[in-house]
């Protein structure tokens, strides 16, 4: 089982920034599909982006595309969410996650392709 660890997470205003990491050993050679996922306090857990590590494509939900970027830096396997503009309904601890299965594009995947998921960081909007 793939450790997968997430950091960067914290406590921001509305209309901040925060960036959250993502590793895992030899995340971007070993897997075919990296994201983001978030679970807020009573609801479903919700996909919000994900990165195709061979040619870098993304996909977004709607509900961060514009305020959010996915990136990876290959040269030490991290995966970065950079998420900009908060607003408070971002409040939920945020999973990296990690798909075997190849898609020639990151709009194809879907949350049930993911199979390994790290513990989680938590990540507050709040005045």
């Known amino acids: 089982q793939v450790q997968i660890v997430e950091s960067g997470g914290g406590l921001a205003q509305p209309g901040g920034s925060l960036t959250l990491s993502c590793t895992a050993p030899?995340?971007?050679?070993?897997?075919?599909?990296i994201g983001w996922f978030r679970q807020a306090p009573g609801k479903e857990r919700e996909g919000i982006s994900w990165i195709v590590s061979w040619d870098r494509s993304t996909s977004y939900a709607e509900s961060v595309k514009g305020r959010f970027t996915i990136y990876s830096n290959d040269v030490n396997d991290m995966v970065y969410l950079q998420m900009n503009s908060l607003k408070p309904e971002d409040t939920a601890v945020y999973y990296c996650?990690?798909?075997?299965?190849?898609?020639?594009?990151?709009?194809?995947?879907?949350?049930?392709?993911?199979?390994?998921w790290g513990q989680g960081t938590q990540v507050t909007v709040s005045a």
């Open positions: 030899g995340l971007a050679s070993a897997y075919y599909g």
């Open positions: 996650a990690t798909s075997p299965i190849f898609y020639s594009h990151a709009d194809l995947y879907r949350a049930e392709d993911f199979a390994s």
